[in-house]
């Protein structure tokens, strides 16, 4: 009785055996290629999502077309583990080849055989033709389509880049990623950059030179056509390579400070103070004040830069001598709730809608809780936020007859918008006339160029404690540096801001300005713009 039962369970594990060895004969043997026809659909190296991207190009004032980002193929090499005879050997050749480590590439292939590896992409074409001697069992060679950015470093920051889903990041490529991404038939749109390619060049140039000089953290050059809106030139410093962007350690590279970086203008800003009064005909460029050197705000005293005395000035003077007291003058002339309304006016509290991924805007909640103080100190620029692309488009108005334009990248994305007013044209004529008398008589007198009218306004700002990261309330030591200037003045072509974190000068004057010069006097002779006078 009990021999029995032992053959019965005896009897059903052989039984059970054999159904699975039989079921494995199938799946292995008899069904092999198309199991493993499977496998291979299965475990695809690469998604080529850049295949049917559209490209995107920049020009020159000849209209040449430069690439900057296009679809490549390229080679890269993956093992079929289950393939692989020797795979201590196969390791240490695929070391030698592709210089990678050899521990590294035998772990890979020892991994779950079912499965294949990626062991390198973007091969160089010597490493393509060593693989294709060597002819290794169980390692291919594939094609992927990637996207790869001719240009490297150059417009980093404008251009972004495609991730490892295929997908824009950051700048254009982020902006415009609806569009850009194309579908198995059908290749996506191609766009073309308001960039002009040799502007673009001289800025960055300009701006790697000048830090090697400066010392400074980081600068943006942004040049914008007044009347249109179309970007020419941003440049940005530090800048990256985004077909190395997975190399890059700190992610805040990545970040266009144009669009994305805040920063208190400084004097700059008067300008803006200066119009709104202008517009009130709450003064003029003539109006007399007395400055004494310091201003009391409540329990504050505010006081001129280096702590000058300036004594009877006009408002152009107070422009020219970037007198702080002057501007505070300006602002109680207006009153709180008019200098408010036209800050909102001028764009201060709302995103430009320029055509980059994720621009950002500051609501300055802490300067609209309505202090005394901060409308003192926000009249010269201080205690107040905002991007260097918001400064622009307020320069804008005062270079476009006191209309607003929307600042764009992309041809033929200018929008049917209408162009709002801030200012009358008699503003701005007037304000233009007295920027044009800060660069003759003023701060920023190293603007100038023979035979043209050049209107600009310096600004060198304190930066906060807490824009460093750091928990207090007042100001460092550091400074952003900055200068705003558009030729000819009268009939602008071209507006340029020079934004410069913590050079090692004083003030704009000997760091912003000179750079601007040399900018402004290269379009001039780029664009061979005619002089205003002999």
Not at 103 to 113: F, P, S
Not at 135 to 160: C, V, W
Not at 385 to 390: D, G, L, R, V
Request: proline share 4%; charged share 25%.
């Amino acid at each position: 009785m009990r021999n029995w039962r032992i053959n019965l369970v005896l009897t059903f594990i052989i039984l059970f055996g054999a159904a699975i060895i039989g079921r494995l004969v199938f799946l292995q043997i008899l069904n092999h290629d198309f199991y493993k026809a499977l496998a291979r659909g299965q475990q695809q190296i690469v998604k080529e999502t850049t295949k049917n991207r559209g490209e995107i190009f920049l020009k020159d004032k000849e209209d040449n077309l430069y690439p900057l980002a296009i679809n490549k193929n390229w080679p890269l090499v993956y093992s079929c583990p289950q393939e692989i005879e020797n795979k201590e050997e196969t390791s240490q050749i695929l070391s030698q080849i592709l210089d990678l480590d050899k521990d590294v590439i035998l772990e890979k292939i020892k991994r779950d055989e079912r499965f294949y590896q990626l062991l390198k992409n973007k091969l160089s074409l010597e490493e393509e033709a060593r693989l294709k001697k060597e002819n290794l069992p169980g390692i291919y060679l594939k094609e992927e389509t990637l996207r790869y950015y001719l240009q490297e470093a150059f417009a980093s920051q404008i251009i972004g880049f495609v991730g490892g889903e295929g997908k824009g990041q950051y700048g254009i490529e982020g902006y415009y990623n609806d569009i850009l991404e194309g579908t198995k038939r059908e290749k996506g749109t191609d766009l073309i950059l308001t960039l002009d390619y040799n502007i673009q060049f001289e800025a960055e140039r300009l701006l790697e030179a000048y830090q090697e000089r400066l010392d400074f953290k980081e600068g943006q050059i942004l040049v914008i056509n007044p009347k249109s809106g179309r970007v020419k030139a941003l440049a940005h410093f530090p800048n990256f390579n985004p077909n190395l962007y997975s190399e890059v350690e700190d992610m805040e590279i990545f970040q266009n400070g144009a669009i994305q970086k805040f920063f208190e203008p400084g004097s700059v800003f008067k300008s803006i103070t200066m119009a709104a009064a202008l517009e009130e005909e709450k003064i003029s460029p003539q109006t007399l004040y007395e400055d004494k050197g310091y201003v009391k705000i409540g329990q504050d005293i505010v006081r001129n830069y280096g702590e000058n005395v300036w004594g009877w000035r006009s408002m152009t003077e107070v422009l020219e001598k970037s007198i702080n007291t002057g501007a505070i003058f300006i602002e109680q002339q207006l009153g709180h709730e008019l200098f408010l309304s036209y800050i909102e006016k001028f764009g201060f509290f709302q995103p430009t809608g320029i055509d980059l991924q994720e621009e950002f805007f500051s609501a300055n909640l802490e300067f609209k809780k309505g202090y005394e103080i901060n409308f003192a100190t926000a009249s010269f620029g201080q205690g107040i936020a905002m991007t260097p692309i918001q400064l622009v488009r307020a320069y804008c108005v005062i270079a476009n007859g006191g209309k607003m334009i929307k600042p764009h990248l992309v041809e033929g994305m200018e929008g049917t918008e209408r162009m709002e007013d801030v200012i009358s044209p008699k503003t701005a004529f007037q304000l233009t006339a007295m920027l044009v008398s800060v660069v003759k008589n003023g701060f920023a007198k190293g603007a100038q160029i023979p035979g043209y009218y050049i209107a600009g306004k310096t600004g060198t700002a304190q930066v906060p404690w807490s824009a460093l990261g750091i928990d207090k309330s007042d100001y460092s030591d550091e400074t952003v540096q900055t200068f705003v200037g558009f030729a000819p003045a009268f009939d602008p072509k071209f507006l340029i801001l020079i934004k410069l974190n913590n050079p090692k000068t004083r003030t704009a004057e000997y760091s912003a300005v000179p750079i601007f010069q040399q900018l402004a006097k290269y379009i001039i002779d780029y664009w061979q713009i005619p002089p205003d006078y002999e």
